[in-house]
């Protein structure tokens, strides 16, 4: 048989890939414990109508999609909200408010495989269900920058709108929510003169065009002045001018809760994803041009999916771009400095002893691995070199007679005689 590949857009993870992606996800549920979100975990199969229901045009046409064996229409999750939604609506509708759900897994969406763009990628997620008030949102702005501070990211900004400005805007206009949905899709893409049009062409008035035109040119970094502005533009627009003071009150809960993080407020934001409702956002750092992760709120999802009325914001940080992003800034590199050892017997008498003291020290909280290959010492340094070791404990038989080990730290290149029981203190640096 030929040779097998991955088949296109799908990747093996490594080794040292599947370490990255796993500490992204340990600090991800870290986060998810401190805030007190809950862990679920929903199957990679769901419905074709479930995830089609509100995941927008562009998602939908990229869905995996399929017949099983029995032609029941099904699909591989493109994204986690809409299996919460389902599960929420359907199962834990009787359970005390908030319901607080964390998840984490693979997704699959048919996109064009490019950097930072896959067709299999993994997120963690996190939805706070059951209030629709703006210290939620809030909570879910503060919850995701936490997530970025604990992972040492640098010099990202939040990209942050309100869905209810356009959508308030356009409702007026009398715009079906259908259309309203294209409109979206168009900004999603920063394709904002398709958009003017395609809103001249579904009849909404002059007056109307210039105001979308005006928000669409009203963002900046100064979250007061661009909420000001855009609050002067939608004026007679009842509900878009409520969004703009629901979004206010939301920034300065935020601020008020001592996250620091930059933000670049955009009136005219829009995200493909169709049940948002409210607040919008995504988390961006430079030299990568799409958004490590996203979210928002989208209040009537659960009961589209049959559950009661329960507003809901969550968000969706992506592992694979934060991974991208962290090897961008070292942050791995830095982080590589974790104790790895190493234990070398000298003879094959001294087996025994070495994998007594590597229990030792693994009882100790340190990573000790054996030497397994039966290597000459020589031979099994310059393969602990290679392996990123960072100490080495090598037993050898004058030593022992005296209860001592050599120890070698790979970095600087130095060694020492040490008493055995001493052995882990020496690797922590804990000696005086
Ligand atoms: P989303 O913006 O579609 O939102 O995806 C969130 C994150 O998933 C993106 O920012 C990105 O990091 C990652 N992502 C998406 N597509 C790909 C891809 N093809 N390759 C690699 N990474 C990708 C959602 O999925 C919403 N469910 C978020 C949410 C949760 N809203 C409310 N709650």
């Not at 990628?121 to 501070?149: C, H, K």
């Not at 579904?202 to 900046?220: I, R």
Request: charged fraction near 30%; aromatic fraction near 8%.
């Amino acid at each position: 048989m030929s040779s097998f590949r991955t088949v296109r857009g799908m990747r093996d993870f490594l080794p040292e890939d599947a370490e990255k992606m796993r500490c992204v996800q340990r600090v991800a549920r870290d986060v998810a414990q401190l805030y007190g979100y809950q862990e679920v975990i929903t199957p990679v199969v769901e419905q074709y109508d479930l995830l089609a229901a509100k995941t927008g045009e562009e998602i939908r046409e990229r869905m995996y999609a399929f017949k099983d064996l029995s032609g029941r229409k099904v699909a591989l999750r493109p994204e986690f909200t809409a299996s919460i939604a389902r599960l929420v609506a359907t199962k834990m509708m009787t359970q005390p408010k908030p319901l607080k759900l964390f998840c984490e897994g693979s997704l699959y969406r048919y996109d064009e495989p490019q950097y930072g763009r896959h067709r299999e990628f993994w997120q963690v997620n996190y939805e706070l269900m059951g209030s629709d008030r703006p210290e939620a949102d809030a909570e879910i702005l503060t919850l995701t920058y936490d997530l970025m501070e604990k992972l040492s990211l640098r010099d990202y900004h939040f990209k942050i709108g309100h869905m209810g400005i356009l959508r308030g805007i356009l409702g007026q206009e009398h715009v079906k929510e259908e259309q309203q949905s294209m409109l979206m899709q168009l900004l999603d893409k920063k394709r904002w003169n398709e958009a003017l049009k395609a809103a001249q062409g579904l009849g909404v008035s002059n007056h109307c065009l210039t105001v979308l035109k005006n928000v669409f040119e009203t963002w900046g970094k100064d979250a007061v002045k661009v909420l000001g502005k855009a609050k002067s533009l939608v004026e007679g627009y009842e509900n878009a001018v409520a969004a703009i003071e629901n979004l206010k009150e939301i920034l300065e809960l935020t601020r008020a809760s001592g996250a620091k993080f930059e933000m670049l407020v955009e009136a005219g934001f829009a995200r493909g994803l169709e049940y948002y409702t409210g607040m919008i956002f995504e988390v961006f750092v430079p030299r990568i041009d799409v958004a490590l992760g996203g979210g928002g709120r989208y209040d009537k999802l659960i009961e589209l999916f049959g559950g009661e009325p329960t507003p809901a914001v969550g968000v969706a940080p992506g592992i694979d771009r934060i991974v991208l992003a962290m090897e961008k800034q070292g942050i791995f590199a830095e982080a590589q400095r974790a104790k790895r050892v190493q234990i070398i017997p000298v003879k094959e008498e001294l087996r025994v002893k070495a994998m007594e003291i590597a229990s030792a020290l693994r009882q100790a909280g340190i990573p000790a691995e054996l030497e397994v290959m039966g290597r000459r010492v020589s031979r099994a340094l310059a393969d602990a070199d290679r392996r990123g070791i960072t100490h080495v404990v090598v037993v050898g038989p004058k030593e022992i007679e005296e209860g001592k080990v050599v120890l070698r730290d790979m970095q600087k290149r130095e060694q020492k005689t040490v008493e055995i029981a001493n052995v882990s203190k020496e690797i922590l640096g804990e000696t005086a």
